[in-house]
């Protein structure tokens, strides 16, 4: 089956070809930093200046051919094509991204994407009166996930990307509506994937990290080892150590820029260097969705779970400031069988249902 368009989250495979991905690949080597950059892609007298700007380019123009789509709410409602071409233009207008580079997988706790400047400038009490304050969380449009480099040899230690699904219009902060399902998209290489901006979303290391106090045993046919303090974790199927690598592009975009870093700041040195070679592979980039396949998803909806049920508890990243709540932890329910199947997949997406108590 696949995910349908109607959906929050949204992949496909193999949807560059193996130069545009080494492309790719090599311009995140050079770029070699986390930092966000910022650009308006439709500011005429500044065109893509790198590969990997050129690249998320053309992938938004791709995906916006292909999928559906209508313009966020914005308090406007119209039926002229023109004005909603117009609205949808402005909704993905400025690009955020950033490259992450890692030799070994790491958690990242769950979070909503947000103007970070907004965040620590613009402040609100968690209830009148109260001393401590939530940073206010403006979300991007979309978050993107591109996966370029994935080589984790051991199976049984994937790390996952998790995307929360709410029951109605998500609000930043913490969850404005009852959890729904989770999203649990294994990281591949050449892999894409796309969510509504503000989502939750963490990525899950060791797979089964999250339901380490309630988790199960393991099924028969299904070997979870969890990696112990000091032990390498980087073993392939043999059981040999070996390299390990999960190299990220990461992009959103905003209606609105966030306030920081300024739109079209400057490229590092190294990454202007590439400058020339970004003119000469931007043909080639345009052949993104070459292979358009959408993603084995298999939608685990059961009416009643199998089996007891066993507690996800996530932690949620950073101060009050950044959570948006006082809550550490943001908990549901889950089919222990399913969700340690899910966290499990080499390749197949999975959406997990949520449940809100035992």
């Known amino acids: ?10 992949c496909w495979d193999n949807c560059l070809d193996d130069t545009t991905l080494t492309s790719i690949d090599f311009a995140g080597k050079v770029r070699s930093h986390g930092f966000t950059t910022v650009f308006d892609r439709y500011d005429d007298s500044s065109p893509p200046r790198s590969i990997l700007e050129s690249a998320i380019v053309s992938l938004l123009e791709q995906m916006e051919d292909i999928l559906p789509q209508q313009p966020q709410d914005n308090g406007i409602i119209t039926n002229d094509d023109t004005t909603k071409s117009q609205a949808l233009k402005q909704q ?23 103007d970070e400047e907004l965040c620590r400038k613009v402040q609100y009490p968690v209830e009148l009166g109260a ?23 051991n199976p049984n230690l994937q790390a996952p990307t998790l995307v929360w699904e709410e029951s109605g219009d998500a609000g930043a902060g913490p969850p404005r509506y009852p959890l729904s399902n989770v999203w649990v998209v294994p990281a591949r290489t050449n892999r894409l994937l796309r969510f509504r901006g503000d989502c939750l979303h963490a990525v899950c290391y060791p797979p089964l990290e999250f339901l380490k106090d309630s ?19 980087n073993y392939d199927q043999q059981g040999h150590q070996g390299q390990q690598r999960r190299a990220v592009l990461l992009f959103n ?18 990454e202007n260097s590439l400058t020339d070679i970004s003119s000469t592979t931007q043909h080639k980039q345009q052949a993104c969705f070459q292979y358009p396949v959408q993603p084995q998803v298999e939608k685990d ?18 101060d009050m400031d950044r959570r948006g709540c006082p809550e550490t932890h943001l908990e549901s329910y889950v ?22 108590e035992i």
């Open 1 to 10: 089956s696949t995910v349908l368009f109607s959906s929050p989250v949204s």
């Open 92 to 114: 993905h207008r400025y690009i955020e991204y950033w490259w992450r580079d890692a030799s070994k997988p790491r958690m990242l706790e769950v979070h909503r994407d947000v």
């Open 131 to 153: 001393s401590q304050k939530i940073g206010k969380q403006r979300c991007p449009t979309f978050g993107h996930v591109l996966y370029v480099n994935i080589h984790l040899p």
């Open 215 to 233: 988790s199960p045993q393991p099924t028969k046919d299904v070997v979870v080892p969890q990696p112990k303090k000091d032990e390498p974790t």
């Open 253 to 270: 975009t905003w209606e609105d820029p966030p306030l920081y870093p300024p739109i079209g700041g400057s490229l590092s040195k190294s």
């Open 301 to 318: 909806e059961q009416p009643q779970p199998l089996s007891p049920l066993a507690k996800l508890s996530v932690p949620l990243l950073g």
């Open 335 to 356: 089919d222990p069988r399913m969700a340690e199947k899910a966290l499990t997949s080499k390749k197949d997406v999975h959406c997990l249902p949520l449940y809100d």
